[in-house]
């Protein structure tokens, strides 16, 4: 059966730190993976996501992924964390043989940011 | 990427009574989807709706309990019935296009407490 890991549950950084929040997946074939963000009171914004093709993706507010296979991996990364990043970030995988659309997602990581 | 809009955007709800949710969308998708978020949790899906027939449930989800329904390509409903506190969460709806493959967009939340 298909599962995300994120072994992090809670990381904190100092403001302009670099962040790595990791994910682990387990799915027979080629995933479809994405990150998302949760502000505290909003809905889940897609951050990036990996379909195919090249290994690093870059997503939207600086935010990239790196696709390991061979470590079923799928970490998040920024270089410089800004304080308005502090969220509940979630992985997921694409889910089902067919076009089903279904996710499967990580309990999530909580970012918090200090000054 | 879709807009999405939920209503209510949150509710308190007493112990056996039923809550309807509404999920509106601008513009046609194939699928759309029903997950819940348990206090501190990660997301769980609970049905994909599909438009012009019964949705499809997942493990743990009966129609009794959360019916749905999907009139057309650009609406949906999800009822929480007979609710008792363990029902307390955060409902959200997704969509996406016609492919597995498709990211899913999230609507902004209903957040649920009963008593």
């Known amino acids: 059966a298909q599962s995300v890991t994120q072994p992090d549950i809670h990381i904190t950084v100092s403001e302009g730190a670099s962040l790595e929040l990791r994910c682990n997946y387990s799915?027979?074939?080629?995933?479809?993976l994405f990150w998302y963000v949760q502000s505290p009171g909003q809905g889940l914004q897609l951050l990036l996501k990996y379909f195919s093709g090249d290994t690093l993706v870059q997503g939207i507010k600086g935010f990239e992924a790196e696709f390991k296979r061979s470590q079923s991996s799928f970490n998040l990364r920024k270089p410089s964390v800004h304080w308005s990043d502090a969220a509940e970030y979630f992985c997921?995988?694409?889910?089902?043989?067919?076009?089903?659309?279904?996710?499967?997602f990580g309990q999530g990581t909580t970012l918090q940011v200090k000054p | 990427s879709a807009v999405i809009s939920q209503k209510p955007s949150r509710d308190i709800c007493q112990r056996g009574t039923s809550l309807t949710i509404q999920c509106q969308v601008d513009?046609?998708?194939?699928?759309m989807f029903w997950y819940r978020q348990q206090p501190g949790q990660s997301l769980t899906l609970i049905a994909t709706?599909?438009?012009?027939?019964?949705?499809?449930?997942e493990s743990g989800f009966v129609i009794d309990k959360f019916p749905i329904s999907r009139p057309n390509l650009t609406f949906s409903t999800l009822t929480v019935s007979n609710m008792s506190p363990e029902d307390s969460s955060i409902y959200l709806c997704s969509v996406a296009g016609t492919s597995g493959r498709d990211t899913q967009y999230f609507g902004p939340g209903t957040r649920l407490t009963v008593l």
């Open positions: 997921a995988v694409g889910a089902g043989s067919s076009n089903t659309g279904k996710l499967i």
């Open positions: 513009s046609q998708v194939t699928m």
């Open positions: 799915y027979g074939a080629t995933p479809y």
């Open positions: 709706a599909n438009q012009g027939s019964e949705a499809t449930y």
